[in-house]
């Protein structure tokens, strides 16, 4: 199993970008998926699921800023995020929801700063 998220960096509060995360060796259309992130010093939390059908969910601190989807074709799993907020600065990582896989990869760090 890979995992290979992409799609962070440096932005101001308020800033938006599109996270990607794209699995191999999986069969990724049958899984639920999540978004998670971990900042220092904190517990890795899940930020945002979708199932199989493309159903959402979102952690009450996201729900309306960040959007979560798929692409099962492409074995893609996206989130766009939206008025970042300085909290939101962490390591995200994608994996399955909610019993991840062993290997998480590296993530991909969004760093907040004005």
């Known amino acids: 199993v890979q995992l290979q998220a992409s799609g962070g960096g440096l932005l101001q509060p308020g800033g938006s970008l599109r996270l990607s995360c794209k699995a191999i060796g999986i069969n990724f259309r049958i899984y639920t998926l999540g978004w998670y992130r971990q900042s220092p010093g904190q517990e890795r939390e899940v930020v945002a699921t979708i199932n199989s059908d493309g159903t959402t969910t979102y952690a009450d601190s996201v729900k309306g800023r960040f959007t979560i989807s798929r692409d099962n074709k492409y074995r893609t799993l996206y989130l766009q995020i939206t008025a970042l907020k300085p909290e939101g600065a962490a390591v995200y990582y994608c994996?399955?929801?909610?019993?991840?896989?062993?290997?998480w990869g590296q993530g991909t760090l969004v760093t907040v700063s004005s």
């Open positions: 994996n399955r929801y909610p019993r991840s896989f062993d290997r």
